[in-house]
């Protein structure tokens, strides 16, 4: 639901209740011709209520998402069975309305003037919101077959992207693997830097802000992945904006998870006890795993930062340092690895030559 449609909704719920109001206040002056100077007429009213309804729209739409981010998994991600439980929690809570309508709100409105029918037609349509919703929450909430306390949940929690990892462009292909489930979000700050990166007169950064765009552009087509532009009504070309911050108060807000492959995001998030899905720590648990003893084949293609080292380089990137390697400079050889170290930038082997090609 956006914003725009949101504003209409509550002025159009707005003036609807300035007519209900404004109804017995018309019956008040009827019978009552000195209050006809001190209460506005119709009109005023249901304009004066339509613009208090737009006015707080905006509020009403960070609630909603706040407050509704489990109808939108219910609705966008949830397996079968609990998309079931919610619609017959729904069905189940209207019925419930209708009786509630049928007995108690008609009792309590019948002695009333027929100026009340529009406060009537409120009541009756609040219970039955009400009672909807209430029935689909609470039916939907019912765990079927989850053995776990939180693992449905936690699979399908809103997965939030920052800039970086909409540039990399790796996130699409993991989505499609099905490694990742649940709602896909991008802030509207993060499209906002994509534009602005795009609108840049620096050539790289221009590409860079280009690239994200068509990579946006390509996850947004695909049918199988759910996505929601997220209006955070923030303005990331601020003096005092601090990205980092800000998508870590998002995914805060909206229950979700973090995906980036930014070192310092990462840090930043884990530091405020969020769960942070970074690509690079999954592309280095893909790396296969080599052990002392291990022969490989490698092309040698430059001299290391030691004497008499060589660099080589595996499919995935990672760099082999070559102990004696440098005299086999752009030629195939096979060696044998000596150790492996683990790095914050990645996985490094060590090996020397075995045999050449």
Known sequence: ?????????????????????????????????????????????????????FLIASVAYRSLLKFNNWFLKLIIQSNGPRLVSGVLGGALGFALAIVINMYFIETIFSPLPISYVGLKF??????????VYLGA?????????????????AALAPKVLDTNIIIDGRISDIIKSKFLEGLIIVPHSVLKELQKLADSADTLKRNRGRLGLDHLKKIQEDPEISIEIY??????????????????????????????????????????????LNINELANALKPVYLPGEEFKVQIIKHGKETGQGVAY?????MIVVEGGDGFIGKDIIVSVTSVLQTVAGRLIFAKPSREM
């Open 231 to 276: 209006d955070d009504f923030s303005e990331p070309d601020e003096d005092t904006f601090d990205v980092d911050a800000h998508l870590v108060n998002i995914a805060k807000k909206i229950g979700g998870k973090i995906i980036t492959n930014d070192y310092n995001l990462n840090k930043v998030a884990v530091l405020q006890g969020m769960d942070v």
């Open 137 to 153: 929450f609470f039916l939907s909430s019912v765990k079927i077959g989850v053995s776990s306390d939180d693992g449905g949940t």
């Open 314 to 318: 595996l499919d995935d990137g990672t």
């Open 122 to 131: 409120m009541a009756f349509v609040g219970v039955i919101v009400i009672l």
């Open 1 to 53: 639901m956006g914003l725009r449609f949101m504003k209409i909704v509550c002025g159009f719920l707005g003036g609807l209740l300035g007519y209900a109001i404004a109804l017995p206040l018309d019956d008040l002056i009827v019978s009552q011709p000195g209050y006809r100077q001190l209460i506005p007429n119709t009109p005023g009213i249901i304009i004066v209520f339509a613009l208090v309804g």
